[in-house]
């Protein structure tokens, strides 16, 4: 009976997570995250500000799964909900305090930040503040559907 009550509360918190910003605390079971291939930086590997969701490496969220973003990284995908093949980052790989724009031609629609350090996203490629632009804290964030074509970041040093 137990069991059955955990595994409910964990869907209305993933269901709740879809909508807001909200920390799902972890309960030491593990989301199977999708394997991701990786390369140097960006490292490309496969797995928003209308909703933004904390929580696990592979969250669960109403209609579906999070993408797959592993601790230290920040995951970029170009399309919203998590689709298609995502670039990933990693604070070896990015200047703190900088402008990183996206490879030439490329754009984000979904994101999830797991740096533990802030990052903006911009809708210019060169960080300019004259687009629209977000900051979204690093403690583990998934946003399924930017409100804008997000094509450079910013991490901040705290």
Request: proline share 8%; net charge positive.
């Amino acid at each position: 009976m137990y069991a059955h009550k955990k595994k409910t509360i964990q869907a209305a918190a993933g269901a709740l997570a879809a909508c807001c910003l909200l920390t799902i605390p972890s309960t030491g079971a593990s989301a199977a995250p999708s394997a991701a291939p990786s390369a140097a930086a960006p490292a490309a590997s496969s797995a928003s500000a209308s909703g933004a969701a904390s929580g696990p490496a592979a969250g669960v969220r109403a209609g579906g799964v999070l993408g797959a973003c592993g601790p230290g990284q920040l995951c970029l995908w170009p399309k919203a909900d998590f689709k298609g093949r995502a670039q990933t980052y990693e604070l070896s790989a990015v200047d703190i305090d900088s402008c990183t724009a996206l490879p030439g031609g490329t754009s984000a629609q979904s994101l999830a930040n797991r740096t533990g350090r802030p990052v903006t996203f911009y809708q210019s490629a060169e960080c300019a503040e004259t687009g629209e632009f977000e900051t979204y804290p690093g403690k583990g964030v998934w946003a399924p559907q930017t409100p804008y074509q997000v094509r450079a970041f910013k991490i901040w040093e705290r």
